[in-house]
């Protein structure tokens, strides 16, 4: 099976590598049989504090039915995050792979892109949580019954997080979605947790 890790410009790296690292030791160590994909709106997308990754598909180029899952990292607004992630394009990727009922996993601010395509409506989540909890209250402010003190909020296979500090909890949230909680457990063992 197949994962896709959806990148907007400015995502955060430590974010990012969860995927590839909970998913990788998965497939490679326990034979979980995932693969994770890396997706952006061009060919190199630079995260925050400027780190470029090369992508392995375009946006414009997904099949949804080729895909178990999508991830979604976070990032900085300062770095232009939200000019991509609240762009049509991705807002409409998020909403295919809901309308398949395939899991959604977002850390900390992603799931803000995750409320603006409309997917959390009605739903329970949560997102970054601190300076005042604006970003929370921004989710709020879009229909979701937001859990503030809640690290890791699921809600109809739909994963989302309050903080960096929750990234690793979530890419295993989502590789028990995917196999089961033992695969989760002899991961997390695996890899010290």
Not at 46 to 62: G, R
Not at 66 to 84: K, M
Not at 157 to 180: G, K, M, N, R
């Given at each position: 099976m197949?994962?896709?890790?959806?990148?907007?410009?400015?995502?955060?790296?430590?974010?990012?590598?969860?995927?590839?690292?909970?998913l990788?030791?998965a497939?490679?160590?326990?034979?979980?049989?995932?693969?994770?994909?890396t997706?952006?709106?061009?060919?190199?997308?630079?995260?925050?504090?400027?780190?470029?990754?090369?992508?392995?598909?375009?946006?414009?180029?997904?099949?949804?039915?080729?895909?178990?899952?999508?991830?979604?990292?976070?990032?900085?607004?300062?770095?232009?995050?939200?000019?991509?992630?609240?762009?049509?394009?991705?807002l409409?990727?998020?909403?295919?792979?809901?309308?398949?009922g395939?899991?959604?996993?977002?850390?900390?601010?992603?799931?803000?892109p995750?409320?603006?395509?409309?997917?959390?409506?009605d739903?329970?989540a949560?997102?970054y949580?601190?300076k005042?909890?604006?970003?929370?209250?921004?989710?709020?402010?879009?229909?979701?019954?937001?859990?503030?003190?809640?690290?890791?909020?699921?809600?109809?296979?739909?994963?989302?997080?309050?903080?960096?500090?929750?990234?690793?909890?979530?890419?295993?949230?989502?590789?028990e979605?995917?196999?089961?909680?033992?695969?989760?457990?002899?991961?997390?063992?695996?890899?010290?947790?």
């Amino acid at each position: 099976m197949k994962v896709l890790v959806l990148l907007a410009k400015g995502f955060e790296t430590m974010e990012f590598s969860v995927f590839i690292d909970v998913l990788g030791w998965a497939d490679n160590d326990f034979g979980a049989e995932i693969q994770t994909v890396t997706c952006g709106m061009q060919k190199t997308v630079n995260s925050t504090f400027n780190v470029p990754i090369n992508v392995d598909v375009l946006l414009d180029e997904v099949d949804v039915s080729d895909y178990a899952a999508l991830a979604i990292p976070g990032g900085f607004e300062e770095y232009g995050f939200y000019e991509e992630a609240y762009s049509e394009p991705f807002l409409e990727l998020i909403r295919r792979f809901e309308k398949q009922g395939k899991p959604v996993a977002s850390i900390c601010v992603a799931a803000l892109p995750l409320a603006k395509s409309g997917i959390l409506a009605d739903r329970k989540a949560t997102t970054y949580h601190l300076k005042d909890g604006q970003r929370q209250k921004q989710l709020a402010d879009m229909g979701v019954e937001v859990l503030a003190k809640q690290p890791i909020v699921i809600d109809r296979q739909v994963i989302t997080s309050y903080c960096p500090e929750t990234a690793v909890h979530v890419a295993f949230e989502l590789l028990e979605l995917l196999t089961d909680k033992s695969m989760r457990q002899q991961v997390m063992h695996a890899m010290g947790y």
